[in-house]
């Protein structure tokens, strides 16, 4: 996710009507979707009806899921200011069956909450939504403002994961469901100041309480997990399921360890963790943690020092349980890889780093091989980052030393001329990961990097591109050197990988997965003006702009993708059907609002659901992109979204159409 360079805001303001109809309505009923009944948030309808006249007679055929298709929505636009300042959809999902017939739902948006939400925990007890804790569990409190303190929450929640436990028992809740959301940051305290990476990142647990009978989903308690055991967790931004079950969090730009004792971020980050600034220590930072729900709704943590320490983004895991592919979020960042030694556990394996070895262009598909970074476990990794200084591991200088012996690289757009201390590879390898990855000859050469997922049928793993700029971009002879040269556009794409095993790394020995990237090529690209729209898009408003999350639905053949862009007044989620390469817009954020939160669940108990939060809304200044509408649309968002202070968390659901849990054939 992109740092918000402007203020921040929060949920929306719907009209009565439909916000009546929402609460009545939120869920649907099932679909049968590749033989087994399913339906959604995005097939879920809200509401069902008593009268039953429908229902087939036993042993009546069904006629069984063929396909679906989303039938997109128009942008927002000023004369109805109140949609561009709400999350609003005006899309629609047809669903094909096998008997040639069709059926149309129209969809809606459905929130939990509103960060800053008073909502009960475990035991009833209230809690603020998104709320800050410290290393000890005591909420974070804000003195900044003129009036009473409050604790600090925060605007900007982001990755999402649903888990289903089998065995899952919540007192006073019918059908427990999970959801685990994690909050990346604070944009700002009441004071106004810059808060932004300060304060360390929570994640909660939602149990929900699942209507068996129509899917509607509703908040029924709400658990803060003890991140103490972790040090504390650091700008925690895209997320994934693992196949066991798992949320798979992120560290987002590491702290650089060579200037963390002189930066006001990391410094305010321990202040506000430990309640001073010299505790924390940043080889903490930038690992994965995994979150693990248990049956009565609590949740515990574990974070993996073996990945690499990366700007991680939203991994990927592959169907054999072992292989994860990672997003890198970085300038000068590179597409890595880890294979663990044993499926549904990353405690230890190996990691690479990809290496182009033909030009991968706009028009190009272009082979990598993979370069061995180490082999490493969790625990020899946090035992080194929490006893190595920087300097013990490598000498970092900043102007050239006129040494042959140092080597010079680009690290997040910054010159620097590297050695590594003789004896510390395996420390700068799992440490000092993207420097190392430099060193070693990867292609260090990609911007933003962000969400990463995998179709796995056809054995294609999808990255996103925020931004096609700086380090990627053709006519620089350093970056000639990576082999990947695009030209310029801000508006970002999604790159294809094609997954293959037999897979050789560069010393030869074989990768033990059969779910390496083989090859890339660009898949989807946005457009950048060359003079803004009426409104003020620097993008195309009908094609995607900074992509981010991204997550697959195997049974809709669907990619979703979230924008986080400062080039669309109002940021969408978009559906990519794989097959037919169509793309539709099905949501639109609040505008100066990020598309977050993003996860495509199948079927759990028999419902489909896509998860969608949004972030910061009215993130902006009175000039540049939101210049046209900052006037007319800044006091909505105001009075939506708690002074820009508040976000929702929710899911895409069904509108007024209900859903019937079996067709009838003629």
Known sequence: MTKPSFPVSALPAVQATRRRLLKM???????????????????????????????????????????????????????????????????????????????????????????????????????????????????????????????????????????????????????????????????????????????????????????????????????????????????????????????????????????????????????YLYGDSTTAKPYHYGHLPEITVNPDGSGTVKKHYCLGRISHELIQVMPDERTALMGDDYTNGGLFMFVADNARDLSSGTLYVAHYDQVLTEKSTARMNWIKLGHANSAEIEAMANSLEPTDIMDVQYTDPGDPTYTLMYCDGKANWIKVVPGMEKAAAFLETHRYANLVGASMAFTKMEGTTVNAKDKIAYSALANIQASMVSGDAFNAAHNVLFPTTVAGGVLAHALKGSVLDTDGNAINSEWVPGDTHLELSGEDLDTPDALGNTANADKIASPDNLKFSEKLRTLFIGEDSGNHVNNFLWAYNVDTKELTRILSTPAGAESTGLHAVDEVNGWTYIMSNFQHPGDWKKTGLHSVVWETLDPLINANYKDKYGAAVGYVTGELTSINLVKKTA
């Open 25 to 271: 309505f939120a869920g649907a009923p099932m679909l049968p979707l590749g033989g087994a009944f399913v339906s959604a948030s995005v097939l879920s309808a809200c509401s069902s009806s008593d009268d039953d006249s429908d229902s087939p007679a036993p042993g009546t055929p069904v006629a069984n899921f063929v396909s679906a298709s989303f039938i997109g929505m128009a942008a927002p636009s000023l004369s109805d200011a109140a949609a561009m300042a709400t999350t609003t959809v005006g899309s629609k999902l047809q669903v094909n069956f096998d008997d040639g017939s069709n059926q149309t739902y129209s969809l809606a948006y459905a929130p939990f909450f509103t960060t800053g939400d008073i909502v009960k925990d475990l035991q009833g007890n209230d809690v603020i939504a998104g709320g800050y804790y410290d290393i000890n569990n005591a909420p974070i409190m804000d003195k900044s403002g003129t009036g009473a303190a409050r604790q600090l929450f925060s605007d900007a929640p982001d990755g999402t994961s649903m888990i289903h436990l089998p065995d899952a028992k919540v007192d006073g809740v019918a059908n427990p469901v999970f959801v685990v959301v994690q909050f990346e940051y604070v944009t700002k305290d009441l004071g106004g100041n810059d808060t932004y990476g300060k304060l360390p990142s929570p994640i909660a647990v939602l149990t929900l309480d699942q209507d068996p009978d129509t899917g509607k989903l509703t908040l029924a308690r709400y658990h803060n997990v003890d991140m103490s055991q972790a040090h504390g967790l650091w700008i925690t931004c895209g997320a994934s399921l693992s196949p066991w079950n798992t949320h798979l969090s992120s560290e987002e730009y590491e702290p650089d360890a060579f200037t963390a004792k002189s930066n006001d971020m990391f410094l305010g980050y321990s202040n």
